[in-house]
């Protein structure tokens, strides 16, 4: 079919959007000069500074500890939801009870939680980071889960079922293994956007303990300097593989299946 | 007889066992959790609303309609009417951009199509604060598109802290948002139906507005829907690129909740950030009905 020309003007804009920002800030990350906006010849003091950093690396041992942790929470209660939604039960609304943590503006649900935790009287910390991040994670693995168990072959749990195994053992031996990939990419997911998450953190976090994003926002705030270039671009470098670790992976597990 | 009747009596009250059993175990957790910190967080909201505030902080547990009169008040009214009018931008532009892109990757031979396609989600994937930051450092009073444009003799203009840059960064933050649904809503349209109206005459125009558009108006929904969601409450873009002054209802939320302490009138303000969400999921869902 013929594709009109003027379409790619706006297809390759996108990409230049999308791109320019991104190379600038890798490039300057490099830069010998103290201004984070001329550049001066190839350096790597900034990544040494950025290492010396307490208040960045505090930060980074939060974050990874609060991911760690509602990744790990997310995982088991998204699964046995995810099964819970699809296999025991027709209910609609719980349905879309699942999915709303991931529809809900941030905002409102970390002003939720933050009028909650001052009702209750929780202290701020980790902890309740750790709580709130369970809430969208385990919306994701739920999610991830369950658009794979409507795909999946029943016939092994029925058949499991009719030789009188308790739902218990069907899920054990026979549901689980076969959900593996799906509960994998649905962790990665959950660790991933909480790695990244602001909105909720900034309002559930004790000054005491801020994660990373925090960290980086107060950065930003306080003035833009070739430090931030460094972590910004460690950052990229991280996520960008990850994405096509990932990539790889998913496209691994399909052709095996 | 006797005996089969008995074993299947015991056979099906198994199995209601079994099913209550598993409802417990795989339902309740869940359930549970979201309860506890989400629904709960948000009725919470949502009734403090109607509350007085306390005078140092806190909330008056006193019934009261204030808050919403006060939401009336022309400043917090022209703060929500700037946050839609800049969402609503972001929206139309990333969509006028998004719909051409998603066209032509759709059109892309195979193997190019799952590069374009990583290309346009990985930006996504890298720390949002990160990606403002950027701008900042290109847009910025010595940044870089000033020193390029100094050295053809122009300016230096000031680009950052205006309604403008807001709209860049939003478009910037939540582009592939838009671009993933239309090209999920394009590469299902079957391509004889668009053979089929050039056949019968119809110039490329009258294919895209009378065929493709109409087909892929579900996309289109999808995608402006998640746009402009995320954009309507947000208060760092506004904060980090438009110069920190309250100017979208995501600034003026946090503000009541962090610095004014008037939560009352927070819940109020998050409130009508809620019900003008709400109204879009619905006219999202009735759109998609009819497709």
Aim: glycine letters at 8%.
């Amino acid at each position: 079919m013929r594709r009109p020309r003027l379409l790619y003007v706006p297809f390759w804009v996108t990409y230049i959007f999308l791109y320019a920002p991104i190379v600038v800030l890798v490039v300057m990350s490099f830069n010998a000069g103290k201004s984070p906006y001329t550049f001066e010849g190839l350096s790597l003091k900034w990544y040494g500074k950025l290492a010396g950093n307490e208040t960045v690396r505090e930060g980074l041992v939060n974050t990874l500890i609060v991911a760690a942790g509602s990744t790990a929470l997310a995982t088991v209660l998204g699964t046995l939801l995810a099964v819970g939604l699809a296999r025991h039960t027709r209910s609609r609304l719980l349905d879309g009870l699942g999915v709303l943590p991931a529809v809900l503006p941030d905002l409102v649900l970390a002003i939720g939680l933050l009028v909650l935790y001052a009702m209750i009287k929780m202290t701020l910390g980790l902890h309740s980071v750790l709580l709130a991040h369970t809430v969208f994670g385990m919306a994701f693995v739920t999610a991830v889960v369950r658009t794979r168990l409507t795909h999946a072959d029943t016939s092994l749990e029925e058949a499991s079922r009719d030789l009188g195994a308790t739902p218990l053992t069907t899920f054990v031996r026979v549901t689980l293994p076969q959900l593996m990939p799906g509960i994998a990419a649905g962790a990665l997911l959950a660790f991933t956007l909480s790695i990244d998450e602001f909105v909720i953190a900034f309002f559930t976090a004790a000054p005491t303990t801020p994660t990373l994003p925090i960290v980086i926002y107060s950065m930003v705030r306080f003035g833009v300097t070739p430090e931030i270039n460094a972590l910004a671009t460690l950052l990229l470098a991280v996520s960008f593989t990850v994405v096509i670790v990932a990539q790889r992976m998913t496209r691994l597990t399909e052709s095996l299946s | 007889m006797t005996s089969s009747t008995v074993s299947g009596a015991t056979a099906k009250s198994r199995s209601r066992r079994s099913r209550v059993l598993g409802r417990l175990v795989f339902l309740s957790p869940g359930l549970t959790y979201l309860i506890i910190l989400m629904l709960i967080p948000l009725a919470l909201v949502i009734s403090y609303a109607f509350f007085r505030r306390g005078r140092f902080g806190g909330v008056i547990y006193e019934l009261t309609g204030e808050n919403f009169t006060r939401l009336l008040d022309p400043i917090y009214l022209d703060v929500v009417l700037d946050s839609l009018k800049l969402a609503t931008a972001a929206t139309v532009i990333a969509l006028l951009v998004g719909y051409p892109t998603a066209y032509v990757i759709a059109q892309l031979p195979a193997k190019w199509k799952t590069v374009a396609l990583v290309a346009i989600v990985l930006p996504f994937w890298t720390n949002f604060l990160v990606r403002i930051y950027a701008w900042i450092v290109l847009l910025s009073g010595p940044g870089l598109v000033n020193t390029a444009l100094g050295k053809l003799g122009l300016g230096p203009f000031e680009f950052l802290y205006n309604q403008g840059t807001i709209v860049t960064g939003l478009i910037y933050s939540y582009l592939p948002l838009m671009v993933l649904p239309l090209y999920a809503a394009i590469e299902k349209l079957d391509p004889q139906l668009r053979e089929a109206s050039a056949n019968l005459g119809a110039r490329p125009a009258r294919t895209f507005a009378s065929v493709t558009l109409p087909l892929t108006l579900p996309g289109v929904v999808t995608g402006c829907m998640f746009v402009f969601v995320p954009s309507f409450g947000n208060f760092v873009i506004p904060e980090l690129l438009g110069g920190g002054r309250s100017i979208m209802v995501g600034n003026l939320i946090r503000d009541q909740f962090l610095k004014a302490r008037d939560w009352p009138f927070g819940s109020a303000l998050t409130l009508a950030l809620l019900a003008v969400l709400i109204v879009l999921l619905l006219l999202q869902a009735w759109s998609s009905r009819r497709a």
